[in-house]
């Protein structure tokens, strides 16, 4: 940890740093992203607010200095008492040996420094207490010099091998947890579909290996870097901090807390690196705060952030290239409903201009009948351009929501026979059966709608199921409101277009051989009808496995329901 | 000419129902088809001596009529199109079709178009003529001399060959495509800037006001095509 993070920070580090935050950044303006300003204003999740006594238990995390230094008192304190115990059995040589299994013990559990420090204290502690002349650090004998030096000889020497072989265990175990981390890691990763499950992985895992508060940040649309996902969810970032992570982005280093780079930031920050450019940037800040980043357990981050790397690209490239589809999509609509609007007028168009230009070059040249259809299909394509207009003209009007609707009580057949009246100015042969239940309540509507909502219905019935086919009109009462069905005999519609027909600009088929037609009628019909407060659906088939039948409910009028 | 045998491809029965009393007022004898099918075997049997065909068709794309016909016979083609379909008339004449008209049209247009298609199809002037003269520009093609207004104009042998293929299909169109891979070969069909430059030389040789070509017209995003009649 480093010394001026601490100190610039002492202000802010309350029993709750997360809170600290959001006081602070709430005050800074200099923020680029909108969307971090109004992550500052949530309330920090209450599981992960104070990360000190939240997530570490004291009783099985005694600092090893404590352990270094203890041990050996202890055993040596134990030895002691033990051999002066039997001292009057056993020969002074033995004695030494026993304290040879104290700095054994202390090796094994404190390391080389407890080892030593065993030692030191067995030699003084034989020394006072068991050699003559007792209770003073002099020796008599001259002999016992030689193997007193021989006995902190042969402590050092096997100390510091106990201490090794526990150093080396330690590190086996060390591996194979990184190693079962790393795989765990990697296996998360792979089940992770989509960025934010693959983000949401890498700073939840990360966060709990390593025991720190974690997040990543990625760049959004705008390329404005921001903050994605974090350990526990919903931390949020100080001004320094997002300047450390940017520097991160730009640099490609290590910014922030314990590095050279903006240390005042209270996070540190890593770049994550895939092969071409930095994907994502990691931040962490350890949850015991003397716990440094460069520690040994850190080893692990480094392998982890590369898996991270790895699956972060392949989301990110995955993402950009559903959205290419989406827009590939999107303007193949586009290309697709210019072409069919430019097909229905200009077919229309080409008619008028070239009867009319056959007439006036060649009129001479044709007898009276052929100049008489000429003139009579100039009539007629000028009708179907008025019909595509208003058609174009009504669907602004539900879009704009400039449609001023009656509500009266509507004289339904009065309006099916205009509307049948209609479709027969452009087909005279168009063949419709109309019927009415009897006792039908009069339903609430614009008439003038509705009978458009109808005319739509019928043209759509001639031009799809052919008018040799008669088309059925049928009004009853149902359910409370009145059903006005149109049924045509045509050849249906599959189940999965019954509600794209009412589309703007759907059509079903392709190319020029369909019926001229905007892909607007149903699309007018639902606006419409739903404007008056009814509703409309398709099924198909109709009967008898053929033909689809329109079904329009409106309300009943007032005072008229029974 | 007049006489000859017209088979109208549209699936749109308006076009038919103008075109067909147009074309026999002008003393065409005119089939109709309204699929792809009816076509191939209108022109198989019947032998039309010009066929006016729209690219959409219910039952195939017009482009595949194209190359069907173009397997077995020259019979001059004319594709009906929109004018915001550039690609698939280059696509058409790539593949064999003559010329092409946008609608709408008026009949006045449509019957140039087809003069001058049957006129290439019977082999008359403006099919493999050795001297052509229009507008005091005279191409003597036997003798490889270019003139204006008899003063000797000199071109470069890719001018040369450009011109002679423009003035060869007067009043037709041709695609950059088409002239990119006559003249310079297959490896440069696509090298528009080439034509673009050579062109302008071109231009800037035989037009009275080069800024205003009168003589090589541009049919932007298709190609040229060499003033006609």
Partial sequence: MSDCAAVSHSNTRGPDPSQGHVHRAGTVTSWDSMAQESKLDRPPPSGGANPRTATTPAALNVPPWFVAIVVPLLAVGAITAAGYAVSDLIALKNISMLYLAAVVVSALAGGRVSALLAASLSFLAYNFFFIEPRWTFTIAQPDEVVALFMFVGVALVTGTLAARRSEQAEAAREQARSTTALFEFSRKLSASLGLDAVLTTTVGHIGQSLGAQTMVLVDDEAGTLSLAASEPPGLSLAPEAVFAARAARDKRVPTGLSTAIIPEADYAFLPILSAQRVVAVFGMRPLVPDQSLRSQKNGILVPMLEQAAIAIDRAQWARASARAAVSRESERLQSALLSSLSHDFRTPLASITGAATSLRQLGDKMDAPTRDDLLQSIEEDAGQLNRFVANLFDMTRIESGALKIRREALDLPEIVERAVTRVRTIDPGFAVSISFAPNLPAARGDAVLLEQVLFNLLDNARKYAGSDQPVAVFARAEDGEVSLSVTDQGKGIAAGDLERIFDKFYRRGSGDGRAAGTGLGLSIARGFVTAMGGTISAESPAARKRGTRFVIRLPVARGEAS | ?229
């Fill in chain 2, 1 to 229: 000419m007049s006489g000859s045998r017209i088979l109208v491809v549209d699936d749109e029965p308006q076009i038919q129902r103008f075109l067909k009393p147009a074309l026999v007022a002008s003393d065409f004898e005119v089939l109709t088809a309204a699929t792809a099918r009816e076509a191939m075997r209108l022109i198989a049997t019947r032998s039309p001596d010009l066929v006016i065909l729209d690219l959409g068709l219910p039952d195939s794309d017009g482009k595949s009529v194209i190359a069907e016909v173009r397997a077995f016979s020259r019979v001059p083609i004319i594709v009906l199109s929109a004018r915001d379909q550039e690609s698939e008339k280059v696509e058409a004449l790539d593949l064999g079709a003559d010329d092409y008209i946008e609608k709408p049209f008026g009949i006045a247009e449509l019957l140039a178009r087809i003069r001058t298609a049957l006129r290439r199809g019977t082999g008359g002037p403006g099919g493999v003529a050795d001297t052509f003269e229009f507008s005091g520009l005279r191409v003597d093609a036997a003798a490889r001399v270019v003139s204006r207004d008899n003063v000797p104009i000199h071109l470069t042998p890719k001018e040369y060959e450009l011109l002679l293929q423009l003035v060869r299909n007067a009043g037709r169109v041709i695609t950059h495509r088409q002239l990119l891979t006559s003249i310079w070969g297959v490896a440069h069909a696509d090298d528009v800037q080439y034509l673009r430059v050579a062109i302008a030389q071109l231009r800037a040789k035989i037009e009275a006001d080069p800024a205003h070509p009168r003589l090589i017209l541009n049919e932007p995003a298709i190609g040229y095509r060499f003033a006609g009649e």
